[in-house]
């Protein structure tokens, strides 16, 4: 059924080896499954320390033939997703480069776009506030 579809689909983006990802991210560019379905892959491959960078490059390489191929409303929260996936300045500002030039060519995907964005700041905000009282509790372990 969908729902079984959708969580296998899913699962293809949770594997921790970068080679299995990169197989899953394969699916994406393929025509056999819905890129609305398939997405999760990327998203997934994204998520995982292991397989993050693996996944930023395949979304630089095709994040125009993945656009293409989405309504306005799926482009626009695909790049909404993309700008505020990272709680790190390097890659916020990374992902922010990456989408930025593409926010007008997609109706909602501007205001959709600044709001991951601004929570992406709040999140690296949050972060730099909490770090000092980390270190100060793991180095008193």
Known sequence: DRTEHQLLLGALGRFADPELAQQGLALVLGHKLDLRDSIRIVHGVLDHRETRDVG???????????????????????????????????????????????VTKFDGALAAVTRALEQADQCIALVQRQLPALHRILDAL
């Open 56 to 102: 930023i490059a395949f979304v630089q390489a095709h994040i125009d033939e993945l656009l293409a191929r989405m309504r306005d409303d799926g482009a626009a929260r695909f790049l909404a997703g993309l700008a505020g996936m990272f709680c790190d300045p390097e890659r916020k500002a990374q992902m922010a480069a990456l989408v930025g030039p593409r």
